[in-house]
């Protein structure tokens, strides 16, 4: 079965490229706009993993990664940052994100850094 | 104690006192503000790195202490336990009691018994485990997964990082991570710190111990997303030489191949005494060659003159030079205040932060030695006198949480230091009448007193003396201490009060003390030098108006400002103001002091010149107008006036 994938970015071309790179590999993708529709969604759908952008607004990233782990301990959550954000990269990884990426990225390297998050149990 | 272990333990002591720094301040500042878990990982890595240092030192009882602390302020990280008074106090306690097992293991000592301290950590580390708090999303079963140190087997692994890797630091974090949840990690190299600054190339390298096989280990790390390989050796588990560590600070590195080089290094610790030596002689130069001027003017020696212009040039570049390598950043005592300042209003019953500012200003050493004992008694008097106890405050409608604030400024060639309380503030009119009453002031000048010369009795000898009942504001204790010894580095001091709002208290120093440019003036057969600083002009009589007011003899200068002649005999001292006039020939210097400006009579200026200040004998000192002594190029002693109390005839 085709694994989900919530894609959560405020801009919309950076939700298009993580779409176009992992549709073309069967994963089902949805997306979210900010943090708060980034939480609504994943109760909803409960996707198998999150690709979740660090600055947006509404709500960060880093706050919607607490709430998600909240509800769902064994929630998959890969931080997506732009450079320079090393601190929040450590401050989501101390809250329960399984990996990072860091933009601008290769298509190589998301496909990767997904399927190995996929394969981690993560610690409720 | 082998040779190469001597030769690290400097450095082991000044890093280890930064460590206990960093966490002092660290607790202090998680005691504020209980959430922030930033302090609480600062606190923790400290604990964790000086345990490293230990252990390669071979401290084993600051290795068992430090370990244990690093466990107590894991369960405030895993938020298994808040961190309260309580837990804070302790901790505080047990880096004091850190620092005193230094002392003795690295003088060869055995003296301090660790196994009081460390019990009261463990039984507050298990009174954690017993009665959770609330366990975070990876905390439960967490602290299972760390074996202790005698656990399993050492190995040294190398982990190298893909080169397109952008963030090798959180890439390195990840794995120290996630080594930390398979065994212990005893050190890295470079140190923690620098690898999550990502101060590493391609790779770097951990000391680990654990249970679990080597290959378990290499897989872990090559999960890792971005590490490249991973190189696991097996050590030996018997104690770890001693390695170099890296000058910016963290733990020493592990063991031989990969020891920091030492030419890395861009500062050599040099002791005291060799600047002080380095002071003297460059003060000595400076008098040399002003002797050789002399001589060379007098003989009217040409090539000579220029020579001397040359090394006047190199020796002032030097003499800049070795004043500066004495400059010290006045953190490093401000540090230690908010600890201070805590303990204090802790044993007071009081609720006090204290507010550093303007850490990076830099002092003259010997200056910086010289005010931290005023500063102290600055800070106490806020927290003892100034700040209310919380329930007044409360009742005043203030924040229960009085707020000392320590801050310094440069202002050009002087820096100022200030400290500012939020108390309840000094009452002048009783301080004014208290003054009256042990016979300081005259009633009858009250009018021409300003509300900050009045709150300056507070410093006069004597008025501290004043009993419990009549204490005003109980500020006078020791403040003529404190005014006496900031008038002797050359400084001066100045306060406001405002009643139930608070007060402040401004000290004005120099920023160094050793060289300072003067005038020289010739009294009959005398020479005494007037500090540059104080003098505003020199004028000759024609440029001015003689005249007398009132039966005092005054100068009245080309703006229309007015000031008083003063004449100086150096075996008479100074005449009443204005009681002298200027003789013909004669040159007025005006020397402010204080408020004041005054016209001194030069009968005979000398000119312009460095001068290196020594201080004056026990005898002298502390006598009137009087500020030191200085050697003159034909070696000559002159006496050097001093502008800040040149004019006070009362003493």
Not at chain 2, 630 to 649: K, S, Y
Request: include cysteine.
């Amino acid at each position: 079965m085709s694994k989900t994938v919530l894609v959560v970015d405020d801009a919309a071309f950076m939700r298009m490229m993580i779409r176009d790179i992992l549709a073309r590999e069967g994963y089902v993708i949805h997306e979210a706009v900010n943090g708060r529709d980034a939480v609504e969604k994943y109760l909803e759908i409960k996707p198998d993993i999150v690709t979740m952008d660090i600055t947006m607004p509404e709500m960060s990233g880093l706050e919607a990664l607490r709430l998600i782990r909240e509800q769902d301990p064994g929630a998959r959550v890969l931080v997506v940052s732009a450079m320079g954000q090393q601190k929040m990269i450590v401050e989501a990884l101390e809250n329960g994100a399984l990996d990072f990426l860091v933009k601008p990225f290769q298509p190589t390297k998301v496909l990767e850094t997904v399927k190995k998050c996929l394969q981690t149990t993560p610690r409720g | 104690m082998s040779d190469d272990m001597t030769a690290y333990r400097d450095v082991f002591l000044s890093e280890s006192a930064e460590y206990l720094q960093a966490m002092t301040e660290g607790l202090l500042a998680l005691e504020a503000e209980p959430n922030d878990l930033e302090p609480v990982e600062t606190v923790f890595r400290g604990a964790h790195s000086l345990k490293g240092m230990a252990a390669a030192m071979g401290y084993t009882r600051t290795q068992e202490l430090t370990h244990k602390m690093e466990s107590l302020m894991d369960t405030v990280r895993k938020r298994v336990q808040v961190a309260d008074h309580g837990l804070i106090d302790l901790m505080l306690r047990a880096t004091d009691t850190v620092q005193t097992v230094i002392d003795d293991e690295s003088g060869g000592g055995d003296a301090v018994d660790i196994a009081p301290m460390v019990a009261e950590l463990v039984a507050r580390t298990a009174g954690a485990s017993s009665a959770p708090g609330p366990v975070t999303h990876h905390g439960a079963g967490e602290s299972a997964r760390h074996p202790s140190d005698e656990d399993g087997a050492r190995y040294r692994i190398r982990v190298s990082i893909e080169e397109s890797c952008v963030l090798k630091g959180v890439r390195a974090y990840m794995t120290l991570k996630r080594l930390s949840h398979m065994g212990t990690i005893i050190d890295t190299t470079p140190s923690a710190r620098e690898i999550e600054d990502e101060q590493f190339d391609r790779w770097f390298e951990v000391l680990f111990q654990t249970t679990s096989a080597p290959e378990a280990v290499r897989n872990a790390v090559l999960a890792v997303t971005e590490v490249e390989d991973a190189l696991v050796e097996r050590v030996e588990t018997a104690p770890t030489a001693p390695t170099v560590p890296a000058e910016t600070g963290a733990a020493p590195a592990s063991p031989a191949r990969s020891v920091p080089k030492l030419s890395d290094t861009q500062t050599v610790r040099i002791s005291i005494s060799h600047l002080d030596a380095m002071v003297n002689l460059v003060g000595e130069l400076v008098i040399i060659r002003s002797r050789l001027e002399r001589v060379a003017r007098q003989s009217g020696l040409p090539d000579m003159v220029d020579a001397l212009d040359a090394l006047q040039r190199v020796s002032a570049d030097l003499q800049q030079e070795v004043m500066q390598t004495r400059m010290v950043p006045v953190g490093n005592i401000f540090n230690r205040f908010p600890r201070m300042v805590r303990d204090l209003a802790r044993d007071l019953g009081k609720d006090v932060t204290l507010i550093t500012e303007g850490l990076d200003i830099e002092l003259d050493r010997t200056v910086l030695d010289e005010i931290g004992d005023p500063i102290v008694h600055l800070l106490r008097n806020c927290v003892d006198h100034g700040i209310e106890a919380p329930e007044e405050r409360q009742a005043v409608g203030k924040p229960t949480r009085g707020t000392v604030t320590l801050s310094a400024e440069r202002e050009r060639e002087q820096i100022r230091i200030t400290v500012t309380d939020d108390g309840r503030g000094m009452d002048v009119e009783r301080i004014w009448q208290a003054a009256v009453a042990r016979g300081l002031a005259d009633p009858a000048t009250r009018e021409s007193h300003s509300e900050s010369d009045i709150l300056l009795y507070v410093c006069m000898p004597g008025f501290s003396t004043v009993d419990k009942a009549t204490r005003v504001s109980g500020r006078g204790v020791g403040m003529d201490v404190v005014k006496g010894k900031i008038e002797y580095l050359g400084g001066s001091i100045s306060m406001r009060s405002k009643r139930g709002v608070g007060t402040t208290v401004s000290l004005v120093l120099p920023l160094t003390l050793a060289i300072i440019q003067a005038l020289l003036i010739a009294f009959g057969e005398r020479v005494y030098a007037l500090p540059l600083g104080a003098v505003d002009e020199v004028l000759g009589l024609e440029e001015v108006n003689v005249t007398t007011i009132d039966g005092r003899w005054v100068a009245e200068l080309r703006g229309g400002d007015v000031v008083t002649v003063q004449h100086f005999d150096p075996t008479e001292g100074l005449s009443a103001p204005g009681a002298v006039a200027p003789a013909a020939g004669d040159h007025l210097v005006l020397v402010r002091s204080g408020e004041e400006t005054r016209a001194l009579i030069a009968p005979s200026l000398i000119g312009r010149q460095e001068i290196v200040i020594k201080p004056l004998s026990r005898l002298l000192r502390g006598l009137h107008g009087l500020g030191g002594a200085t050697v003159l190029g034909d070696g000559q002693v002159a006496l050097i006036l001093d502008p800040r109390t040149l004019f006070r005839t009362e003493g």
